[in-house]
């Protein structure tokens, strides 16, 4: 059934997913801050500083009035920035109603507060009837989606039957969602797979060769799972889309702009130059230095993750933090493994088993 949707963030995943939508015969409304990029999409149905070279439905308009793309939909969609989720809630909260069913696809926890993107997001909207929010999350680059090459994502939300209704809305023959009720593994896999990316890219960067990338990529999981489940979530999450899958695309393709933000700090390139030149956000830089207060918080050891921190935020030789790293007390993997994954993880890998 065709649905009316918003989708706020013009950036190129908010857009490659308005796409989506669009071809599925959905009326689609994206909001912009500037006027220029909403005249563009509207004219030309392009989105030329995010997505060169695609085109665009034509069915899909822009507006700057975040009341006119709020106005008549059944979904809100938010695609913007960590740092943009509270502000555009607060601009969004007036035009929300009781039907909305609100969805993110954004990747990031805050610094200071350690919120997930969900938790900002109700924290905002102050909300009293318990709406469900529903994440997508999973190894999804928006340049292949517009290709309409093949493409799997996970819909996670506490409210299945709200998962349900935007796996119904996004589903077509490029584009498989399944659903998922892990809220917090999906949204912490998401998150904490830039900040591996950032140190593949990094170690790319300093010339190291695939060994250390598998490494880092395997150790890095372990770190991701085990963060994500002291937090609550489920092992199994990690070993999905929202986990594995999202790490593996992040960390070894061309289109990953954490990898490349990683791979100009190990040439020998500062922080600063390095988002200049990007021209997009970096999630994964702010994600680290969220995560890395968390694990103090939490007493989680995370030393790829905290060896990411010395090199972002106090200057740290990028190669003197790789030797640390390979120096560390040695360590049994098999045992550290079934710590991490615990009783839970065994019993369920052993029911799927049968």
Not at 3 to 10: K, L, P, Y
Not at 122 to 136: F, H, K, P, S
Not at 270 to 283: F, G, K, R, W
Not at 314 to 321: H, I, L, M, S
Request: some cysteine; glycine content about 8%.
């Amino acid at each position: 059934m065709k649905q009316n949707i918003m989708v706020a963030g013009a950036g190129s995943w908010g857009t490659a997913l308005a796409a989506v939508l669009a071809d599925n015969g959905h009326q689609v409304k994206i909001w912009t801050r500037r006027q220029e990029q909403a005249s563009e999409i509207n004219h030309s149905h392009t989105n030329e500083a995010y997505l060169p070279g695609f085109s665009l439905p034509s069915s899909i308009q822009a507006s700057t009035d975040i009341r006119v793309c709020a106005e008549g939909t059944q979904y809100i969609l938010l695609v913007v920035p960590t740092k943009a989720i509270r502000d555009t809630m607060k601009r969004l909260k007036p035009f929300i109603q009781k039907h909305h069913i609100l969805i993110h696809a954004s990747k990031g926890i805050e610094p200071g507060t350690s919120k997930r993107i969900s938790e900002m997001m109700d924290e905002e909207l102050n909300d009293e009837q318990g709406r469900a929010t529903v994440v997508l999350s999973g190894p999804s680059h928006a340049e292949e989606v517009c290709e309409k090459q093949p493409t799997t994502i996970t819909a996670s939300s506490h409210v299945i039957d709200a998962a349900s209704e935007v796996q119904e809305l996004l589903m077509n023959q490029h584009f498989r969602v399944y659903t998922n009720e892990d809220l917090i593994g999906v949204e912490m896999g998401g998150a904490l797979k830039n900040v591996i990316a950032l140190g593949i890219g990094l170690t790319d960067g300093l010339g190291y060769g695939d060994n250390a990338k598998a490494a880092l990529m395997t150790r890095g999981l372990a770190e991701i799972a085990r963060l994500g489940i002291k937090l609550g979530a489920n092992p199994l999450t990690f070993t999905g889309l929202s986990g594995l899958g999202d790490l593996i695309v992040t960390c070894t393709s061309k289109h990953s702009r954490n990898w490349r933000a990683g791979y100009k700090l190990g040439t020998g390139k500062e922080l600063d130059a390095v988002l200049e030149e990007m021209n997009m956000v970096v999630e994964g830089v702010r994600t680290t230095k969220a995560v890395h207060e968390l694990s103090k918080q939490l007493d989680v050891e995370m030393p790829i993750t905290e060896a990411l921190f010395h090199v972002l935020f106090e200057g740290k030789d990028p190669k003197e933090a790789a030797n640390q790293l390979m120096g560390r007390v040695k360590k049994h993997e098999v045992e550290n493994v079934s710590l991490l994954l615990g009783h839970e993880f065994h019993e369920k890998w052993q029911e799927c088993s049968e």
